[in-house]
C-alpha cells in the first residue's frame, strides 16, 4: 500500500466520524419536529402532503397501527412497480423500445426494490425503461431507505417513552425523512455527481465507432438523480448493470471517494440521532465505535488479503475484476463499505475478489446487515443484537437484564430470537438446496468452493437486503428470481415485524433510573462484549457453511489451486 | 444461624437419591419442559437406535456406540444437577416440615373439640392448643396468650410470646406451645402453608420457572433452533462439496456425526443446569431462614434497588441509651448523675438501665436500693410524661426527683415554684439538633441538668450502606421520630434518604412513588399496619413474630424475624442471576473451541487430492490426534463439565458487593474468556486420554 492510500482510508473515516454528528444532529431536529434549516424549504411541501392526503402529522398510532399502515404502503408500493414493469412497452419513456419485463424477473425486481435491496437480477440498460426506472425504482430508492427509518424511529420511540403504547406517526416520518433527509441530500449530491461527468439525460442510447472501428451502443439516461439516492438510501441498485464500475456511475476518484462516503453516512449518522432521541449521546456513540471497530476489522482483513501476493498470481496482486482505474484499495474499501451498510452498490466485482475479502464480504451481509447496515435497518437490527448482549451478559452483574432502563422479558427475547432467525433461516436453507438442486446448479459459472460462495453470497445478500452480488451466478432464472425474492422479504419484514413488536412492548414499560447497580451499555466493556456476541453468535451460525466455502478455498489458493 | 442446615454439597444419601432421580427424570412428559436437554435426549435415542441397526446390519461401530453412551450421560447428567439441587432444597424444608405431618389437632366444633389430623385442617378452623400441643398448621391466634417454643424453624431456643390482637397473633404449624392455652383459626388451606409452598418451590417437577428463567430458556431455546438449522443445512454443503472433490456422496456426514455436532453447539451446560440454579437460590434463601412464597421474589430481590428500612432494630440498637450527663451552672456533674441514677434505680426501662450504668461507669456511683433510702418509685406515665422517686433526707424533708421531657420538666418545675433557666433550654434544643433526645433532670424546684439520650447505630451498619450504594441500591430509613433527630441518625448511619415522623400511610405513598419512578422497592415489616406496604413492595418481607396479615402480604417471610435480612435477601437474588449469566456466557464461550474440534475432523477428506489430508486440516490448531478421537472428545468435554460445573450451579458464583461494572469485569474474565480457553484445554486432554 502506498502513503496515499492510507491517507484516503484516513481521510475516509475522519470525515465519516466528523460528517456523523452535524447530520445526526439535523436528523434529530427533523424527526422530532423542531424547526431546522430545511423546514422554510420544504416546510409548505410537508403541509400540502399531509392536507392532501388527509393525514393528521401529530395523532400518534400504538405499534400494530404503525406496522400495519407501513406493510399496506410497502405492499402498494411493490404492486406498482410490479405492473409498470409488466407493461413497460405500453408506458411512456422507453427511447429504447424495451420489451415487457417476465414476470417472475418483476417480481424479484419489485421486492428487491421495496426491500431496500435492490438486488439486480436484470441488466439495467437492456431490460428497464427510463420510466420504470424513474418512477417505479428511484421512488422505491427514497421510500423504502424512509421506511427503514421510519421503524427505526418507532422503536426509538418505545425505547425513550415510558407507559405509553405511542409510538408515532409512520406518515409523519415516511414524510419528514424523504422531505428533509432523502430528497435534499440527494438533489445536492445528484448535481456534484453531474459535475464529475455523471450522466442525466433522456436521450436514446448513442452508436458510436470505437478505434479499432467497431461500432458500440453508449446507454444514456437520468442516472445522477438515482445514483444519488442508491447510494445515500443503502439502496445499490445501479442503473447500469455495472453499477459503479461503469464510468457514467462513477467517472472520477472524487465521484467514487464521495460515493462511498454516502453509503455510510446516514446510517452512521442515525446513530447520533439515536443518541440524542433517548436522551444519552453517549448510547449513540457506543453504537457507532462498535460499528466502526467491526468495520475496520473487516477492511484490514481485507486489505491484507488482497495486499498478500501469490506465486500462482506470479507474485502480483490480484488485479483482474478489480476497477482498475481506482486501484486495489478503492476497490476494497468499496466492497467492505457496501456489504457491511446494506447498500450492495460495487465498483468492483466481488466474485474476483480474494477468497478471504469475499469473505469478509459475506460475514458483513451474513451478521444480518449491522455494521451501519441499510438506512435506519442497520440500527434497528443492531439494537436487536444489543437486546441479546444484554440478556446474557447482563445478568452477570446480578440484576435482570435491562436496556436503557427498560427490562428485557420473556417477550422481547422471543422477538429478538424471530428477529435473529429470520435472515439465517433464509441463508441456510435456500443456500443448502441449491447447493444440490439442478436448478440452483445450473446457473453457476465456477466450480469448487468458489461455486458455493456464489449460492451462499446470494442468499446473504438477499437476507440481508444488501443487493451486491458475487456475480458469476446467473440469478435472473425463475429458481433464483423466486427464492431470492421470498429470502429478501423474510429478511426485510422478518426482522421489521419483530422490531415493531419490540417497540411496542417496550414503550409499555417503565424506565429504571440509572444506577451503580446498572449494567452499563454506554462503555467499552460494552463495546467488546457486544462485538463478541455479534462475531460469536454470527460466526457460529455460519462458520460451517464458510468453511467449506471461502476459508478452504483460501486454503487451496495458498496449496496453488484456484476456481 | 445461617449455617446450621448447611448441607454438605454431595451428601451420600442425598447422591445416591438424585442418581436414581436422574434415571426417573427421563420421562419424556418430564423431559420436555427443558428443550435443549430433551433434543440432546431425541439425539442420544437416534444414536443408539443407528448403533442397534448397525448390530444388526453387520456392520457395528464403536464410535458410534461410544457417541451414544457419551450423550445418554449429558441427558443425565444434567438430570443429576437438578435432582440433587431438588434434593438440597428437600432435605432442608423437610426438616421444617417433619414435626408436622403426625401433629394431631384438637378442633373446636362449637364448644366441643374433636381430635382430628393436622393435615385435615381447612382454613378457618379454630383449633386449641396448651402447654406441650404441637401447633397443627399455620394460623393466628383469636383468644389467650402463651410462650412458643418456634426452634423448629428459627432454630432459636428461646420461646416467644405469642397473644390475640396486636402484632404477635400469627404462629406457625410445627412449633410447640410451652405454657398457657391459645385459640388459633386457622388461616391457610391444607398443603398451601408457607412451608408447604416452599417446598412446592425446590422440586422440579412442580416448580414454576420463575420470568428471568423462562426468558433465558427462550434465548437457549432460540440458539439451538439457529445451530440446529446450521447442523441440518450442512449435508447439503458437503454433499455439493463432495462432489466438487470428486468423492462419493457416501462419504457424506453420519447421522451420529451430525448430532454429536448439535449436541456440541448448542448450551447443553446452561440448558442443563438452569434448573438447578434456581432450585438452589431458594435454598440458599432457606438457609438464611427466609421462606419465599414465590419464585419470583427472589429475582425480583436482585433487581430491588431502594430499601426502606425501618430505623429501630435495623439501623439502630432497640434502645436509647445514656451516653452523657450535663450540668447546669451551679450543680456539679457528679450531683447530677447521683441524682439521675437515683431517679432511675427503679426504673426497669432501657433507658432508665443505662443511666444507672452510665453513673457507675462514669462516676462509679453504685447502685442502691431503693427501699433502703425510704424512697418511692413515681413510674413513668402517659399523662405526667416523667418518672422518678420521692425520698425522705435526713431531715425529714421529701424531695422530689423527676427526669423527662423539657416539656414535662418545665410544668413540674414552674408547678413547684421554680424557674426553667434560658441555659436549660439551650443544652435542650442543642441536643435535639444532633439528634439525640434530651432528658432533663429536676429536683423540688429547681433544673439539675439534662441527661444525654442518644440512639446507638449498629456497628457495621455504615459500611454495609455503603457497599449496599456501591452495588445501586439506594437506602431510606423509616422511623417515627422528628425530622430532627432522623435527620442527625441518617447521618451518622449513612443512609442515603430518610422520612422522619412516617405513618404506614406514609410507608405506602413513599413505596408508589419510587415504583413509579421505575424504582423496586424491598421492604420488611411485622405489624398488621404494614400489610398494605408490604402487599405493595416488589419485596416484602414479613417478621415471622409479625401478624398473619404481614406474613400474608409480604412474599417472603423472614424465620428469624432480623431486619438485616432484606439485605442478604437482595444479595442472595443477585447472586441467583449472577450465576446464571456467568453461566449462560460461559456455556456459549465453549462452542469456539468445539467447532475447531470437529469442522476439521468432518472436512478432512474434502478436496484433499491423493495426499488424503484436505485442506481444512489447518484449522485443527489443537493437533486432536483423529476426526473420531477429536469428534468423541468434545462430546466427552460437552458432557463432563455439565457435571463440573454442579457445585458452582449449587454455590452460586462468588459475590461480592461491587459496583455493576466491577462485578462485570470479574464475571467476564472468567465466564467469558474462561469459557473461551477452557474448552481448548479439555478437548485437547480428553484427547490425548482417548489416544493413550
Redesign the interface.
Known sequence: MTTQDFIQIILFFALLIGLTPLLGNFMFKVFTGSKHIMSPVFGWLEKLTYRSSGIDPDEETNWKSYTFSLLMFNFIGFLFVFLIQLFQAQLPLNPANLPNVSWHSAFNTSVSFMTNTNWQGYSGETTLSYFVQMIGLTVQNFVSAATGIAVLLALIRGLAR?TTDKLGNFWTDLTRSTLYVLLPLSIIFAVVLVGQGVVQNFKSYDTVQTLQGASQVIPMGPAASQIAIKQLGTNGGGFFNANSAHPFENPTPFSNFLEMLAILLIPAALTFTYGKMVGSTRQGWTIFKAMLILLVLGLVISLYAEYSTNPIFGNLHLMEGKETRLGITNSVLWSTATTAASNGSVNAMHDSLSPLTGMVAMINLMLGEIIFGGVGAGLYGMVIFII?TV???????????EYL?KK???F???MA?IA??AP??VI??F???A??SAPG?ASLNN???H??SEILYAYASAAGNNGSAFAGLNANTVFYNLTIAIGMMIGRFGIIIPVMAIAGSMGMK????S??????TD?W?FIG?LI?VIL??GG??????L???P??EH??M??G?TF | MSTKQNISLFNRKLAAQAVKDSFIKLNPALMIKNPVIFIVAIGSFLTTLVVIIGIFQGNFSSFNLNIAIWLWFTVLFANFSEAIAEGRGKAQADSLRKNRTQTMARKMAGKQEVLINATELKKGDVVVCEAGDVIPSDGEVIEGIASVDESAITGESAPVIRESGGDRSAVTGGTKVISDQIFIRITSEPGNTFIDRMIALVEGAKRQKTPNEIALSILISGLTIIFLLAVATLPAFFSYSLAASGLPESQNLTLPVLIALLVCLIPTTIGGLLSAIGISGMDRLLQRNVIATSGRAIEAAGDVDVLLLDKTGTITLGNRMATNFIPVEGVTVEELADAAQLSSLSDETPEGRSIVVLAKDQFNIRGREVHQLNATFIPFTAQSKMSGVDFKSEDGVVHQIRKGSSEAIRTFIHNNNGFYTQQTHNIVSELAKQGATPLVVAEDNRVLGVIHLKDIVKGGIKQRFAELRKMGIKTVMITGDNHLTAAAIAAEAGVDDFMAEATPEDKLRRIREEQANGHLVGMIGDGTNDAPALAQADIGIAMNTGTQAAREAGNMVDLDSNPTKLIEVVEVGKQLLMTRGALTTFSIANDVAKYFAIIPAIALSLYAGKSGIGPLSALNIMHLGSPQSAILSAVIFNAIIIVMLIPLALKGVKYKPVSANAALTRNLVIYGFGGIIAPFIGIKLIDILINM
Open positions: 415510558k441479546i440478556f446474557i451478559a447482563g445478568l452477570m452483574v446480578g440484576r435482570t437484564p432502563g428485557i422479558q420473556k422481547e427475547v422471543q430470537i435473529v432467525l439465517n433461516i441456510l436453507l443456500a443448502a438446496w447447493s444440490v446448479l466450480s469448487g468452493p461455486g458455493l417503565k424506565i429504571t433510573p444506577s451503580a447497580g446498572t449494567f452499563h462503555n466493556l462484549l463478541a460469536i453468535v457460529l451460525t455460519h462458520f460451517p457453511a468453511s467449506l466455502g476459508i478452504v486454503l487451496l495458498n496449496n489451486i
